[in-house]
């Protein structure tokens, strides 16, 4: 790999005393420095150190991580100098990457090294050397706090695609069925005239094949164009970081897509094959026999409509509750005014300052955006509002002897300033606010009004405490009662808060928050100075409206919302297409006994009652089935469900009303066939 620009790292680059050096991903050069050239050889600051910029990273190039992508990289010497004081001394950042040698097996590496690395320790130090853990490249890199996402993440997805193409086979499967069904014919000629069985399994399973490498090709050409849209899409920058998602197409996944479509040829073949093997030369080619209809094709067609409609059922149910998690997550209304009100988040840890000096920074950027035009309110909080926030448990503190204490209770712990209720205007119902020059003890915090119901029910929670974990911690006295930031569903309960003050809770990385009079976006560049003002080396992160970041976070439930919507309308419109098409080739087989039926006096409307009756007994038979599996299906997506219970009434009514909708869509051509079917004319050409 060659550099875009510039050049790469050196052995000397990582010794100490030489020159800082950097590399940038192209990324941020194109960001940060216009895609200039000349930034190689300049100086930049990092953490407020300077270092010199050697080179930029081809553009395709993110990094070793699976998952995270790196804006630039530093020599492994500097890290002491650059991370945060709290870090560089606790938290072991650094892994070893090699390729391995010849045969060697990734076990026998890991020994060998295990080895070394007990030859290197200290034998007085007391303790036992570390074992090595070898780990393919395929799975470095992804955290561990997000590994159980990802996986989560790629099994629905496997899930889903798998699911979508057992419905896509058994559409083509059933449709060949029918229409091998209605050649048995031509099958019969074919044997007559000296053909063999298998023969005619290979010229039926060619067609198969022809048929799903047709398929395979446009879906490839669909999949390059999609991935250059979700390219775009997931490299995107999430709060701290970038996430970046390879989904271009490699050899793997054009292998695996052979391997599909091969198994997908077969699937679909294997019915139209037994059922020309069982074909009878003698009964078909009989004037007077029926057209070859069996009542085991017709078993096997009508097994394949009733599964495609439990996995479209199962579907459906799953988007159905994400789309409705979406929906409840844009009704949340927040119980303060979000228009002009902009956040911008700081860490003064990564420019080496301690908690005093952090504090005293902190102040004099309160003071210098407070004197800008157009703001009038600023604060400081941890947590955005309405972004998740730590949890941690409480107990509340009672006045029963017997039982000093209440029960455990998951509550959010927040860190504000003094003015930060009045910046986003959150009112206080009981009690005071934080004031500046708040004694540090007793402890002290401000609840909302879901957590002073739920400890303290039925009597003020002014005065009394709460502790934190365990019932020997200090206690933490209430001296305020705030409204809930914000009014969900009706079966969503407001979360349990309580804020803290700041400086009493230091806290290195802090939001600012701004009121301002007009147009926010007008104050972001003075934010920037101002900022860069008090400290140039400062990092600004996430400089937005809080209206922008709310829609953000609704973005997140929209996405999988969406893909799933439409892997599910997919499935239905298949669904759909099979069950016309199974319907439509059983009127035609019965069209002798539908004729009969006529000439004996049944009306049209019973005949339209009898295909429609065995239409949709296939659908709901498969909307029975299809619940049974939803029952387990939504339990992966539950903890993506807001304000749904995975089993919602609601839901399960439109997704039935849906499917009988479009089950009588599917019906009412065969059924109106059937109904104008003239008995006359029907018995004679039988």
Same mark, same amino acid.
């Given at each position: 790999?060659?550099?875009?620009?510039?050049?790469?790292?050196?052995?000397?680059?990582?010794?100490?005393?030489?020159?800082?050096?950097?590399?940038?991903?192209?990324?941020?050069?194109?960001?940060?420095?216009? =895609? *200039? /050239?000349?930034?190689?050889?300049? &100086?930049?600051? !990092?953490?407020?150190? #300077?270092?010199?910029?050697? +080179? $930029?990273?081809?553009?395709?190039?993110?990094?070793?991580?699976?998952?995270?992508?790196?804006?630039?990289?530093?020599?492994?010497?500097?890290?002491?100098?650059?991370?945060?004081?709290?870090?560089?001394?606790?938290?072991?950042?650094?892994?070893?990457?090699?390729?391995?040698?010849?045969?060697?097996?990734?076990?026998?590496?890991?020994?060998?090294?295990?080895?070394?690395?007990?030859?290197? =320790? *200290? /034998?007085?130090?007391?303790?036992? &050397?570390?074992? !090595?853990?070898?780990? #393919?490249?395929?799975?470095? +890199? $992804?955290?561990?706090?997000?590994?159980?996402?990802?996986?989560?993440?790629?099994?629905?997805?496997?899930?889903?695609?798998?699911?979508?193409?057992?419905?896509?086979?058994?559409?083509?499967?059933?449709?060949?069925?029918?229409?091998?069904?209605?050649?048995?014919?031509?099958?019969?000629?074919?044997?007559?005239?000296?053909?063999?069985?298998?023969?005619?399994?290979?010229?039926?399973?060619?067609?198969?094949?022809?048929?799903?490498?047709?398929?395979?090709? !446009?879906?490839?050409?669909?999949?390059?164009?999609?991935?250059?849209?979700?390219?775009?899409?997931?490299?995107?920058?999430?709060?701290?970081?970038?996430?970046?998602?390879?989904?271009?197409?490699?050899?793997?996944?054009?292998?695996?897509?052979?391997?599909?479509?091969?198994?997908?040829?077969?699937?679909?073949?294997?019915?139209?094959?037994?059922?020309?093997?069982?074909?009878?030369?003698?009964?078909?080619?009989?004037?007077?026999?029926?057209?070859?209809?069996?009542?085991?094709?017709?078993?096997?067609?009508?097994?394949?409509?009733?599964?495609?409609?439990?996995?479209?059922?199962?579907?459906?149910?799953?988007?159905?509750?994400?789309v409705r998690s979406y929906m409840n997550a844009q009704s949340v209304h927040p119980r303060f005014d979000t228009a002009g009100l902009v956040a911008s988040t700081l860490d003064v840890d990564h420019v080496g300052l301690d908690r005093a000096a952090g504090i005293r920074l902190y102040q004099t950027v309160i003071e210098r955006l407070s004197a800008l035009p157009g703001v009038t309110d600023v604060s400081l909080t941890r947590d955005v509002p309405l972004r998740p926030s730590q949890t941690v448990t409480v107990l509340a503190d009672t006045d029963s002897r017997t039982r000093p204490f209440g029960e455990q209770v998951p509550a959010a712990a927040m860190v504000v300033s003094p003015r930060y209720f009045h910046t986003i205007g959150l009112p206080i119902r009981q009690g005071r606010s934080f004031v500046h020059g708040e004694?540090?003890?007793?402890?002290?915090?401000?609840?909302?009004?879901?957590?002073?119901?739920?400890?303290?029910?039925?009597?003020?929670?002014?005065?009394?405490?709460?502790?934190?974990?365990?019932?020997?911690?200090?206690?933490?006295?209430?001296?305020?009662?705030?409204?809930?930031?914000?009014?969900?569903?009706?079966?969503?309960?407001?979360?349990?808060?309580?804020?803290?003050?700041?400086?009493?809770?230091?806290?290195?990385?802090?939001?600012?928050?701004?009121?301002?009079?007009?147009?926010?976006?007008?104050?972001?560049?003075?934010?920037?100075?101002?900022?860069?003002?008090?400290?140039?080396?400062?990092?600004?992160?996430?400089?937005?409206?809080?209206?922008?970041?709310?829609?953000?976070?609704?973005?997140?439930?929209?996405?999988?919302?969406?893909?799933?919507?439409?892997?599910?309308?997919?499935?239905?419109?298949?669904?759909?297409?099979?069950?016309?098409?199974?319907?439509?080739?059983?009127?035609?087989?019965?069209?002798?006994?539908?004729?009969?039926?006529?000439?004996?006096?049944?009306?049209?409307?019973?005949?339209?009652?009898?295909?429609?009756?065995?239409?949709?007994?296939?659908?709901?038979?498969?909307?029975?089935?299809?619940?049974?599996?939803?029952?387990?299906?939504?339990?992966?997506?539950?903890?993506?469900?807001?304000?749904?219970?995975?089993?919602?009434?609601?839901?399960?009514?439109?997704?039935?009303?849906?499917?009988?909708?479009?089950?009588?869509?599917?019906?009412?051509?065969?059924?109106?066939?059937?109904?104008?079917?003239?008995?006359?004319?029907?018995?004679?050409?039988?």
């Open positions: 790999m060659t550099p875009h620009v510039g050049r790469f790292f050196d052995e000397s680059a990582d010794r100490e005393g030489t020159t800082p050096l950097a590399v940038l991903s192209h990324r941020l050069w194109q960001r940060r420095f216009d =895609a *200039d /050239p000349a930034v190689v050889g300049q &100086p930049v600051r !990092v953490n407020g150190r #300077p270092v010199i910029v050697a +080179g $930029v990273a081809p553009p395709a190039f993110v990094g070793a991580m699976q998952l995270v992508a790196a804006d630039l990289w530093l020599p492994a010497a500097m890290y002491p100098d650059l991370a945060p004081s709290a870090e560089a001394s606790t938290i072991p950042m650094f892994g070893v990457m090699g390729r391995v040698a010849g045969r060697v097996k990734v076990e026998e590496a890991g020994a060998r090294l295990t080895s070394m690395v007990a030859a290197l =320790a *200290d /034998p007085g130090s007391g303790q036992a &050397p570390p074992a !090595v853990v070898v780990t #393919p490249a395929a799975g470095f +890199g $992804v955290p561990v706090a997000l590994q159980g996402a990802v996986l989560t993440l790629s099994g629905l997805i496997y899930v889903m695609m798998a699911l979508l193409m057992a419905v896509a086979c058994a559409n083509v499967a059933a449709l060949v069925l029918a229409r091998g069904a209605g050649r048995s014919r031509e099958m019969a000629v074919r044997l007559s005239l000296g053909a063999s069985r298998m023969h005619i399994a290979r010229h039926l399973l060619t067609e198969s094949v022809v048929l799903a490498l047709a398929g395979c090709a !446009v879906g490839t050409v669909v999949a390059l164009w999609l991935t250059q849209v979700l390219v775009a899409r997931l490299t995107t920058p999430f709060q701290y970081v970038s996430y970046a998602i390879d989904v271009h197409p490699d050899a793997r996944v054009f292998a695996y897509s052979a391997i599909a479509t091969a198994a997908a040829a077969v699937l679909c073949g294997i019915a139209p094959i037994r059922f020309a093997g069982r074909v009878d030369v003698v009964d078909v080619l009989k004037q007077s026999a029926a057209k070859g209809r069996s009542r085991g094709s017709m078993r096997t067609l009508n097994a394949m409509v009733v599964m495609q409609f439990a996995v479209s059922t199962t579907l459906l149910v799953a988007a159905g509750m994400l004694p540090p003890r007793p402890l002290v915090a401000v609840i909302n009004e879901a957590m002073a119901r739920r400890l303290w029910p039925g009597v003020s929670p002014l005065g009394r405490a709460f502790r934190l974990n365990h019932t020997d911690a200090e206690p933490i006295e209430v001296i305020g009662v705030v409204s809930n930031t914000e009014e969900g569903p009706l079966n969503q309960r407001p979360q349990l808060t309580f804020y803290r003050p700041f400086p009493h809770e230091y806290v290195a990385r802090m939001t600012v928050l701004l009121r301002v009079q007009h147009d926010p976006s007008r104050v972001f560049a003075e934010v920037r100075r101002t900022i860069r003002g008090v400290n140039q080396d400062l990092s600004i992160v996430d400089l937005r409206t809080i209206d922008e970041l709310r829609d953000d976070l609704a973005g997140q439930r929209r996405i999988p919302a969406t893909a799933l919507a439409v892997v599910a309308l997919l499935g239905l419109l298949l669904s759909a297409v099979g069950l016309y098409g199974v319907v439509a080739y059983g009127v035609r087989e019965r069209a002798r006994e539908l004729g009969i039926r006529l000439a004996l006096g049944a009306r049209p409307s019973d005949v339209r009652r009898l295909v429609l009756r065995q239409g949709f007994t296939m659908v709901g038979i498969g909307l029975a089935v299809g619940g049974l599996a939803t029952v387990g299906f939504t339990q992966v997506v539950r903890s993506a469900l807001f304000g749904v219970g995975p089993l919602d009434p609601a839901t399960l009514g439109v997704v039935c009303a849906v499917l009988m909708a479009t089950g009588f869509a599917a019906l009412y051509l065969p059924a109106r066939w059937a109904s104008r079917l003239e008995p006359a004319r029907t018995l004679r050409s039988e």
